[in-house]
């Protein structure tokens, strides 16, 4: 594992871009596995300003996203789909027919995952996955006690996970306690992984996921496993390492 601390969430941005950057002037048609949640939409904001600046290009680049809600519509506001196209797909010269993000309103979602899996296997597999944590260690949604070798599937939230999401919903409004998720098996096929983190909110789970036992009750810390992962965490996060 390789850790990297900087300064702050920017700083931490500028890093994600870069190596994005790299993946993508080294082969352009990569295959980028992405992640939702406000840890990556600073990187997604460089991303967008390095496109501008005619660094960088989407062009022949595949896409796939980690998780979706489940029940909730691509067009839904708080929709992982909706996320993406806003943040970053509809900002960049992306073909929109090259980005998934799993179907929240499949009605055979366990045949979903399991086509999912296999048009990730048909693209090559995931050259870059970019990954968020959540402060129970969740990775994707990948709760706590996932098995370490899942699949894409559907899982349950956990309370946490729920409360810490609701700030994104309307009070009163339909809030999905289950989603898709890439499995962490899944996770760790990708040929690199970039593990962002920022804020003493994600503290805890950094320090279980880089320096703890391995086990399911902290699924970041499967990580460990991987040959080629990057963890990128401002000195907030970095501090009960
Ligand atoms: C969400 C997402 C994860 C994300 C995590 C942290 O529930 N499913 O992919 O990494 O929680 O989110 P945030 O970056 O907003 O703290």
Sequence with gaps: MRIVVLDDAQAVARFGADTIGEQLSAKPESVLGLATGSSPLPLYQELISDYQAGKISFKSVRTFNLDEYLGLPGDHPQSYRHFMNKQLFNEVDIDLDNTEVPDGMSKNPLAFCAAYEERMKQAGGVDLQLLGIGRNGHIGFNEPSSSLVSRTR????????????????????????????????????????????????????????????????????????????????????????
């Design 154 to 241: 559907v899982k349950t939230l956990t309370r946490d996970t729920v409360e810490a999401n609701r700030r994104f919903f309307a009070p009163g409004e339909f809030q999905p306690h289950l989603a898709i998720t890439m499995g962490i098996g899944t996770i760790m096929e990708a040929r690199s992984i970039l593990l962002l983190a920022t804020g003493t909110d994600k503290a805890k789970a950094i320090a279980e996921a880089v320096e703890g036992p391995i086990s399911a009750s902290s699924p970041g810390s499967i990580l460990q496993m991987h040959a080629k992962v990057t963890v990128v965490v401002d000195r907030e996060a970095a501090q009960e390492l």
